[in-house]
Structure formats: C-alpha cells, structure tokens
T-cell receptor
Framework: SAVISQKPSRDICQRGTSLTIQCQVDSQVTMMFWYRQQPGQSLTLIAT?????????ESGFVIDKFPISRPNLTFSTLTVSNMSPEDSSIYLC??????????FGEGSWLTVV | AQSVTQLGSHVSVSEGALVLLRCNYSSSVPPYLFWYVQYPNQGLQLLLK??????LVKGINGFEAEFKKSETSFHLTKPSAHMSDAAEYFC?????????????FGKGTKLSVKP
C-alpha cells in the first residue's frame, strides 16, 4: 500500500495570493496525479506529474495557473496561483500501482476569500 | 474515451434497508473499476475495486459490487444500511486500464440513511 501525506490540510487564502500544496508518498512512484474537487462536484484531473519531466495538464488547466514540481520519486507540489474565490476547492494528490490500487491523499481544503 | 455514469445524484434509504448505488462505465480497454467513499469533510477512502478475475468483489464495511461486462455496470450494494453509511460515493474507471494511471470519476451519489 501507499501512504500519502498532504500539506496543508486546510487553509483560508486571500484572493490574488498563491499557495503551494505538498504531497509526500512513503514509496517511490513514477507518476503522481493532482485532482480538483470543487464544492459539491466530482473529482477532475488537473495534471500528471512525472519525475524528471514537465507535468502534463488536462484541458482547461494551464501551467501558469497550476505550476507543478516533481523533484524526486516521492514528492510533488502543486501551486495554485493568483487565487480567486472560484479556486476554492479540495485539491488531492494520487498515486497508483500498489496492489492494483490507486490511493489518494486526505486532500487540501482551500477557501479563497 | 473512458467515462462513468452514476445514476441518481441522491439516494435515500431507511436504516436496515438494501443499499444499491448504480454505476455504468464505458471503456475501450479492459476496465479497472473502483468505488470510493467520501464522508463529510474527509478525503477519499477506497471501498473496493475490480481488476481481473472474480466479478463479485467485496469491500470494506459490508459493501460489495459486481462487474457485469455485458451490461457495462459495476453497481455497489450493501444488504443492510447503517446510519454511518451516510456519505458520498464515487465510481471511477482507470483511464488507460491498470492501476498506474489516473481515474475518470462519476459525478457521485450522495447516500442518506433515515432512522
């Protein structure tokens, strides 16, 4: 199995500021995934983060708004830039490949005021 | 492209009654299917998964699901609902098959349990 730790777990942010979310996995993984869950909605994939290469973004998400780092095989960060109230969401990181299972972190709950 | 449809955004059952949450999928590759539960103000917890082999899979908290390829369905059931089952349930399919990649989620079904 995999244990995923995310920081911060919750935060209230001022509009116009940026926040970086950290995701730490207790095992080495090739791919890590970042999702967004807007209030009352399902999960939407933001991007795939591979170690040693640029992240791959899904339609509707751009690097300038959601820059991602992947410095090693156990860690990734997602930055939400120039935040607006529409960015208020839960952001989750995810990894797979462990016993045919895909694991999620507990999520980072962001409120933008 | 893979997709997931969850029928019923909100299901309400009485305590002790059967729980049935419906999920249909579309996949161009052999699907890996998952059910996750999200309790209020919490993250996602894996309930159960289907990868290969036995089509009836059992998960945590008394839930089970049956993979029916002919019906492209993966419905979640529990014989007797408990108050603690009240939560949101998400069905998901692996986009590229296997468990290495990302998931495509349904819109979720909120389960309410009446005393």
């Amino acid at each position: 199995s995999a244990v995923i730790s995310q920081k911060p777990s919750r935060d209230i942010c001022q509009r116009g500021t940026s926040l970086t979310i950290q995701c730490q996995v207790d095992s080495q993984v090739t791919m890590m995934f970042w999702y967004r869950q807007q209030p009352g909605q399902s999960l939407t994939l933001i991007a795939t983060a591979n170690q040693g290469s640029e992240a791959t973004y899904e339609s509707g998400f751009v690097i300038d708004k959601f820059p991602i780092s992947r410095p090693n095989l156990t860690f990734s960060t997602l930055t939400v830039s120039n935040m607006s109230p529409e960015d208020s969401s839960i952001y989750l990181c995810s990894v797979g490949g462990f016993s045919d299972t895909i694991y999620f972190g507990e999520g980072s709950w962001l409120t933008v005021v | 492209a893979q997709s997931v449809t969850q029928l019923g955004s909100h299901v309400s059952v009485s305590e002790g009654a059967l729980v049935l949450l419906r999920c249909n999928y579309s996949s161009s590759v052999p699907p890996y299917l998952f059910w996750y539960v999200q309790y209020p103000n919490q993250g996602l917890q894996l309930l159960l998964k289907y990868t290969t082999g036995a089509t009836l899979v059992k998960g945590i908290n008394g839930f089970e699901a049956e993979f029916k390829k002919s019906e492209t369905s993966f419905h979640l059931t529990k014989p007797s609902a408990h108050m603690s089952d009240a939560a949101e349930y998400f069905c998901a399919v692996s986009e590229y098959g296997g468990s290495q990649g990302n998931l495509i989620f349904g819109k979720g079904t909120k389960l309410s349990v009446k005393p």
